[in-house]
Every structure is written in structure tokens, then in C-alpha cells.
């Protein structure tokens, strides 16, 4: 995958290659000035602890022990760097977990004996959300009416730490369409929820599936475009003092940045499928993703992201590919109510173990497309074996996997990324390290880090290679005698 360096540039930039947006300040600058302050620090990580609406960026314990220990430490430089660690670093803090969990929870000994269980309807309303239409009532409605649902607000998505720092994000410019996006978001997961067992019939005007849906708008004079589109993620959501407080969340990458003997630290992205409608009835936008509340569901997207996120559509469907891009979509939401029954004591909502936004995206970008460009995907496929969901458990194996430390792709490295500009980026140090690093991919000389499985096998060869030597010398002597 060739991504160019020359896409956005000059005076559409954020800001000078190398230095952050206006109005923004890396977090090492917050915690040097707030981290003395009693009880700061550990009211700010009780708040990242609760989790984040977007990407991978799943704080364990261990993580948010490590988070600490560059604060009290004054670690600024690998602070804002954190955590830093391969996903083979990360994936035992995950399971760790999820071993405990799993043997310490009925709900997931009953799973056990009961393959293919149905959600209840406590699991449902945990992990899906469809607002006023019941699952277990049938209903007949139509988006020809205008939404009756409240508009945008920040009740429950904003919230005050004290010392200037606020947590989450105030409205985009979607947000006036809030009623019509929410309505659309609860009735494309209701419809999902028809496949589910034990669910009454929910109809929109004549249509059962989100993709009827979607296919019922074409036909009215609706615009429907679905984009695949991904961003940074921000594991934070924080402001100090009015500016925004950069929060990516790196990872080793395995790769190493030519002419140092540093590896190649990337931010994590967050990928999401994103359906932008327009027309005479329906004018909404909502994504869908698998996000850190274990909810596999189509959501509105109008809070406000931090400039450094960035955002790129690496495809974009109309048509009957929109369609088909919406089918997939309910049966991945169909398939992950499936495995919620089947493994509910799976800690974080089986965030992780069962995938985080990448993997459903990539599972849809495979089928779509025939390629995977995204990183990391993390997704346990040994969970994806219910005879239900045939189509997506083939499709979570086929996408290729970072639970085992095997180096990733180049080409999802930078095909996960928000812009194609890369010298544009405006995290500091990052722009030059991925020009270098694709310069070399183009090339031929990229490098990768040493593991120790590569030095445990070069040490295996060289073994064998001198015992090789050593037979041959011996046979030589023997000869010459």
C-alpha cells in the first residue's frame, strides 16, 4: 500500500510538521504542573479507568499501575509516549484478567455447558442499545416522522476533575441532528435484534433489516454514503485550563526507525463505519464499532474530536455496496449478542478478547475489499464458533491477528493511520520517524526489532551450524589418518 506524503499540506495543515494544533498541550505539561497537587493523580486515573469512547485504548490494571509509576516518576518523555509495550507486552495484562474472571463468574461456567446461549434480556439492554423499542414488543414505525428524542446535550459526557482539567467533549457541527441521528442508531440496533431469539417483530414502514432500511432510503431520494473512517485515538478525552491534552496511545510497532536504534512508536487508531444520510425525511449520521463498553452497536458520532485525531475515509460505499456494508454490520451486532450470551463473564464486556474497533471493521474491509489495512486487531477467534454466525466467524479468522506477538504488516501500520500526510501529522516526532520508516518500507532496508524469539533462533542456527563444523573437522581428521 503506497501511501503518499504530499496529501494535505501547507496552509490546510494543523499546524508546522512536528508541533501540535493550536490550543493544545501534551499531557506530560498537565502532569508537571497538576501531579504535586494531593490527590490529583489518582483522581485523574480513577477517571481514565472508567474507560473511553473510542479505539483500543484499554487501560488494565497493569497498565494504569505503569501510567502511574511515569508520573510519580517524572517520566515526562515516556509518559508521552505510553505505554510503548509490543502487543505481546500488552496481551498478557488482558488475559491475566480474563483468566480470573472467567473461572471466578457462573454466567461463564453456564456458557460453558450451554453453547449458543441466547442474551437475556439483561444482557441485551447491557450491550445493545435500542432506546424506546423493546425487545420484547412488537412495533411498527416510520422515519417519515420527525424524531420526538431530545436533542444533543452534555449530561453525562462532560465532567469536572477540578484544578482546570474537564473530562470528555462538547458537540460537533452533526449535533443540531442529534434527535434524528439517536432515533436512526436505535432503530437500525433494533432491527439487528429481530435475528436474536425471542424477539417481537420490529418494523420500519415495511422494511425488518437494517439494510432494508438503508435500501428503502435509496429508493425515497435519500443520499446514504458509508465511510470507513479512522482516526487517532484519544484514550483520554481531557482539557486543562481550556486547551485540549494530546493522549495517543502507542504502540511498539516491532519496526525500527532507520538511522536509530529506536523502534517505531505508533498511536493506535480508532476505526469506525460511518453512515452519512441526506434527503427529504432522514437526515442523521451514526457509526458503527465494537467499542471499550463491550457494545457492538451503531451510535451517534457529534461530539467534538481533538483536532491531533485527525480523520481519513479509506473507502467510501454507495449504492449496493452501502447495502451490503449495513448487512454486515447488523450481523457482526448479531453475532457479538451471541457471544455475549455465551461468555458473559468476560471482563470488560469481551473488549479485546473479542475483538476492539479495529477487528469488526477489518472483518467488513475483508469481505468488502479482499484486504485487511488495519492495526491492531486482537480479537480471539477461538470464541467465534457459534454455528449462528457462520459468515462472520469465518470472516474474524481470516483478518490477521496481533494477540502473538508477530510483527504486523507495514502495510496496516500505515494503512491504519488518519492521513496520508504524513509529514502533516501534528503529534511531535511522529511525522519524521513514519516518513523515514515508509522511505525504507519503499526501498527495500526496513529493519525490525530483535525479539527474543529471533535471537533464541539465530542462536539455534549458530549452534547448529558449529556442531555442523565440528562433525566435518572430526570426519576430516579421520580421514587423514
Known sequence: MAIGLMGVAGPNRLAPPGQMPPNTVALSEMMRELSARPGFTEAMLAELDKGGKKGPALLTPKLIDELRKRILGKDWESLDHFPGWTMQA??????????????????????????????SAAQTSEHLDL??????????????????????????????????????????????EHAQSQRLAYVLNRLAANKLEGAELFTVSK??????????????GHEVTVTDSR???????????????????????????????????????????????RGPHVNADVSYYFGVDGKSEWRTMDTLDQPWVMKRDAHTYRGADAVEVTRLASALTVAYMHLHAS???????????????????????????????????????SFFTDARDAEI???MLAIPKDRDGKA???????????????????????????????????DGSLKRTRTWKSTAAEVLLFSMGALLLVGAVRRARRMTR
Open 131 to 176: 432506546g424506546p423499542y423493546a425487545l420484547d414488543k412488537p412495533d411498527t414505525i416510520s422515519l417519515e416522522k420527525p424524531s420526538d428524542l431530545p436533542g444533543f446535550t452534555t449530561d453525562g459526557l462532560v465532567s469536572s476533575l477540578g484544578a482546570g482539567v474537564v473530562r470528555g467533549d462538547g458537540p460537533n457541527d452533526l449535533a443540531p
Open 90 to 119: 500488552i496481551n498478557p495484562t488482558v488475559r491475566v484478567i480474563g483468566h480470573v474472571a472467567g473461572k471466578s463468574e457462573t454466567a461463564e461456567d453456564m456458557s460453558a455447558v450451554h453453547p449458543g446461549a441466547s442474551p
Open 408 to 442: 504486523p504488516e507495514p502495510e496496516r501500520i500505515f494503512g491504519s493511520l488518519p492521513t496520508e500526510d504524513l509529514e502533516g501529522i501534528s503529534i511531535p516526532g511522529l511525522g519524521a520517524d513514519l516518513v523515514a520508516v515508509h522511505t525504507a518500507w519503499m
Open 207 to 220: 422494511s425488518t433489516t437494517p439494510d432494508d432500511v438503508i435500501r428503502d432510503l435509496q429508493s425515497t
Open 393 to 395: 466467524n469465518a470472516l
Open 231 to 277: 482516526y487517532f485515538a484519544n484514550f483520554g478525552h481531557l482539557h486543562y485550563n481550556g486547551k485540549d491534552v494530546m493522549m495517543p496511545f502507542y504502540v511498539n510497532s516491532q519496526i525500527m526507525v532507520p538511522g536509530t536504534k529506536r523502534p517505531l512508536l505508533v498511536p493506535v487508531s480508532h476505526a469506525e463505519y460511518e453512515w452519512h444520510i
Open 343 to 381: 461468555h458473559a463473564a468476560l471482563p470488560f464486556g469481551g473488549y479485546y478478547a473479542l475483538g476492539v474497533c479495529q477487528d469488526g471493521v477489518s472483518a467488513i474491509e475483508k469481505k468488502m475489499t479482499g484486504k485487511v489495512t488495519l492495526f491492531p486487531n486482537t480479537a480471539d477467534a
